[in-house]
């Protein structure tokens, strides 16, 4: 299971910090990442973290603002947001992904954590 948690509203230019509880596998085991669905737009994918691999992607449109991190010891992960745009408005959920953020690669995910940016 990955049960993400941490939305809210921002004003523009803001930071917020969401989190991923990671259960039935570890994350040296699999890749978790996050990818986002604005209302009314196809999902997006946003970020891959490999802590097995070493290597973190990220979506050119965030790249820059957000940071993914993965803790091991508490199977968590975390996508630090800042800078944020109004356009960063979205249900963002954590997600199994692959090695990139090609939105085909997140392939079980749980329930959303939703977040709106004010201008």
């Known amino acids: 299971q990955l049960q993400a948690s941490g939305g809210g509203s921002v004003q523009s230019g803001g930071s917020l910090t969401l989190s991923c509880a990671v259960s039935?596998?570890?994350?040296?085991?699999?890749?978790v990442g996050w990818f986002r669905q604005a209302p009314g737009q196809q999902r997006e994918g946003v970020s891959c973290f490999s802590l097995k691999n070493g290597f973190t992607v990220y979506a050119d449109a965030v790249k820059g603002r957000f940071t993914t991190t993965g803790d091991g010891a508490k199977n968590t992960i975390d996508l630090q947001m800042n800078d944020m745009k109004p356009e960063d408005t979205a249900v963002y959920y954590c997600?199994?992904?692959?090695?990139?953020?090609?939105?085909?690669?997140?392939?079980?995910w749980g329930q959303g954590t939703e977040v709106t940016v004010s201008s």
């Open positions: 997600s199994i992904c692959a090695r990139s953020t090609n939105i085909a690669e997140y392939t079980y």
């Open positions: 039935g596998f570890t994350l040296e085991e699999g890749n």
